[in-house]
């Protein structure tokens, strides 16, 4: 089969490192850490897992920092090389292990990635995956198969940039008939807004604030306008277009990032603004109650902890690895509280528990979040570099790019 791989002896690491700051071209190709031509289609790890026909997979942000060697040495240790890249993925089951009962071959599907313990037939299993927190599953490096946290981090699975991939039947979503393969692709990307949001619902008539119009901040404004409409709900967007979404998916409004960005979110947070005798201003009295920071870099996290009101939250779901320069004395100064939200787990609400990746199939179904249009561009796998160079150029009307098969 076709697939795109990553792998990253130490010689084609350090090449690949040096060229790509010489051009991003560099990244990919036959010399580099990422690369695409034949691989062998993955077996069936155990007789519960089903081979899956690729039709659609998502470029994620993570795949890009991979990609450009920007993901953290943090990391590492939950992947297992080489691996084919990709995790938001839609496809049709083509063969099932015998002891599959939920699933048959024909059936469109999108496969939860998330390799805990189910999958990884651990037996018991981990206090996390029984409370149902899977993303904070202690069993990714153990189990049935080699390292990894998702499918498209292990050499095992496969990945939805590559023709063929292998999931286990416990992580398997139907996808209904009525629902596009451009709409199924986001179910798991929409599935971590999801899982950010039902962990820190925003009380009711709460000000909150979606650092990022990129697909996960855009996302979790959907997700936001979905389970907690009765919030006020702004977003920071760089573009025009961005902005555009945000207030089509939910957003009371949508601020653009200009030279007076931040005294118009002081303004609609009703946050006042006090001068430092050096440095940006800090908001103080009041500002947002919550801040979902959807980007990653320093100045994200530096807005959200200085427009954050004292005693607020900020949840980061922007994948960030290092914060150079950051000025963390809000954190302290205002009493903030700073969470960390990853993947997808079960929550209870209305008298039930309902796994993030499933309610986020549903909301989608229902047309409660609209979130089709943010696919935006498609290529065949073999235009793999025309794919990656516009999932990374967001200026050009790019949310989401994927691949289609």
Excluded at 31 to 37: F, K, Q
Excluded at 42 to 59: C, F, H, N, Y
Excluded at 346 to 372: C, K, N
Excluded at 398 to 405: E, M, S
Aim: a positive charge; glycine letters at 10%; proline letters at 6%.
């Amino acid at each position: 089969m076709k697939a795109i791989r990553f792998a990253a002896p130490i010689p084609t690491y350090l090449t690949t490192l040096a060229t790509g700051r010489l051009s991003r071209r560099f990244y990919l190709g036959k010399h580099a850490c990422t690369t695409y031509g034949d691989a062998l289609e993955p077996a069936l790890p155990t007789e519960r897992w089903v081979r899956i026909r690729t039709r659609m997979g998502g470029i994620c942000g993570s795949d890009l920092n991979v990609i450009t060697l920007k993901a953290s040495p943090a990391t590492s240790p939950f992947s297992s090389f080489p691996f084919v890249l990709g995790h938001e993925n839609v496809g049709e089951v083509i063969e099932v292990g015998r002891a599959v009962r939920s699933v048959r071959p024909g059936q469109r599907v999108v496969a939860n990635p998330l390799l805990c313990c189910e999958p990884r037939e651990m037996q018991p299993v981990c206090a996390a995956c029984a409370a149902g927190d899977h993303s904070r599953c202690t069993h990714f490096t153990d189990g049935a198969l080699s390292p990894g946290m998702l499918i498209g981090t292990t050499r095992d699975t496969g990945g939805s940039w590559g023709e063929v991939f292998v999931a286990h039947e416990s992580r398997l979503v139907p996808v209904p008939d009525s629902m596009r393969d451009e709409e199924a692709v986001l179910i798991e990307p929409f599935a971590c807004s999801v899982h950010a949001v039902r962990s820190n619902l925003p009380a009711s008539g709460a000000r909150v604030l979606v650092i990022g119009a990129g697909s996960i901040g855009l996302l979790t404004t959907a997700a936001l306008s979905a389970l907690a409409p009765e919030r006020s709900v702004t977003v920071l967007a760089r573009h025009k277009f961005q902005a555009t979404h945000a207030t089509r998916l939910g957003a009371a409004q949508a601020v653009r990032a200009r030279r007076d960005y931040f005294e118009e979110l002081a303004e609609i947070g009703h946050a006042r603004l006090l001068k430092p005798i050096i440095g940006r201003p800090i908001g103080t009295g009041s500002g947002f109650d919550m801040t979902f920071v959807c980007v990653g870099g320093t100045s994200a996290m530096d807005d959200a902890l200085r427009l954050t009101r004292p005693g607020g939250t900020i949840v980061l779901i922007g994948n960030v690895s290092s914060l150079n320069g950051l000025d963390w004395t809000p954190l302290w100064l205002k009493e903030l509280t700073v969470r960390g939200s990853v993947c997808y787990g079960a929550h209870a609400h209305g008298g039930a528990t309902q796994d993030a990746f499933t309610e986020s199939a549903a909301l989608i179904a229902s047309g409660l979040a609209p979130v089709g249009p943010l696919v935006t561009q498609t290529f065949p796998l073999a235009d793999y570099r025309a794919a990656i160079a516009a999932a990374m150029n967001r200026g050009k009307g790019n949310v989401k790019v994927a691949f289609r098969f």
